[in-house]
């Protein structure tokens, strides 16, 4: 039976992907889709992201080739291999990866055939063969992911122990990736550590050919990369620790922090000394405004990752009582729910919130409209602010999608974001 959801929170699988390309640097997707792809999958993801867009190629600029009527009849990997051919001569890429549209993957064209002829040529083009059908923009993220640990990733890559990669923060899916990277990096940076983010620093795919000589991969995320990490330690010999949630706030950046120590076995001088100073500055302007704090009873809705690091700063660090949490990407393992809800759940000092897996915008107003207890503060994306406004509810934009801000590397994790996101909740008053 069919069913109709209101306000879906991203795009299809082939819109997952091409955000994630459109983050690296110097790579070019090359779409074998309908002429309609290239703009909706952009718009699917980068173009609900607080106005940023990938700085090489994106939108209406990916090369496609414009799948119709005679392609679908009588196939079109003539057609694709004369755009891969000029998409070569024209973009000055690294690489390029050719993304099948859901016609291509009806029909059954068979791209792999046509790319290994370009590498055999020396030229790194590489396929993609997943339909926009197969799935959603998370499933693009491990998708990706999967293709260049199949076909791009090298073996034999001597390892460095202080090399570690970072994933679970999705570019564009989550608006506020490159500023959290960038906090992920630093704090680690402090403690000696090379870091792989592989959507800042300008890194490029032969960053990511190198990344099986890490010590360490870092999954900060609470169920995405389940698949692809279990295949990097079986291809590459590289362990993985999963982060279950964003960390945000000293608390929880402390314990990440920790998490990395103890798998890597770290110095625990410099550790305990980076802690210190890092919760010292938090800490510092915190206290610095112990006369304007106020109490609220807050709400949020957010993929799971930000709901589970907005609901435990907000209850753990800064003692604001949660009363509705609205998980609102699809997650469909119960393990997987069964995780998030512990963290979201497992409180230092306030009762659990109601949490709820919703992904239809009329069932998320909904629970929010019919909600018993008052809520004073709401946290969610530019789909909530029209509830937020009916209930005359302070809201924050904290979550995928943002269309009402400009965003470029603001973050609200870690031990600096939250003072950002702290001083939010209070310029909204």
Known sequence: MSHIMENPKGGCVLAGINAVLGA??????ILHSGPGCCMQTTAADQGQSGHKHSCFVSGVSIPSSNMLEKEVVFGGVNKLRTTIQGSIDIMDADAFFVLTGCTAGIIGDDIESVTSKFREEGHEVYAIDTPGFAGDSNLGYEVIWNTFIDKVIEKDVPKDDKLVN???IVPYHDPFWSGTLEEIDRILSKLGLKVNTFFTKHQGIEDIKKSSGAALNIIVNPWLFNGPAKKYEEKFGVPSIRIPGLFVGATDTTNFIRAVQKALNLDEKLVEDVIEAEE???YSYLGQSIGVVSWKRFAVVADANSAVGYTRY???DYSFTPVLVIVS??????????????EIRDLEYAKPPKVLFLT????INKAIREEEKEITLLVGSSNEREIALEKEIQFILGAFPINERLIFNRTYAGYRGSLTFTEDIYDNN
Do not use: H, S, T
């Not at 239809?360 to 069932?363: A, L, M, S, T, V």
């Open 360 to 363: 239809d915008q009329y069932e």
């Open 24 to 29: 690296i640097n110097r790579v070019c997707p």
């Open 314 to 316: 907000l209850a753990n």
């Open 166 to 168: 970072i994933f679970g």
């Open 329 to 342: 990407e699809p997650i469909f393992r119960q393990e997987d729910k069964d995780r998030i809800e512990k």
């Open 280 to 282: 010292d500055y938090v």
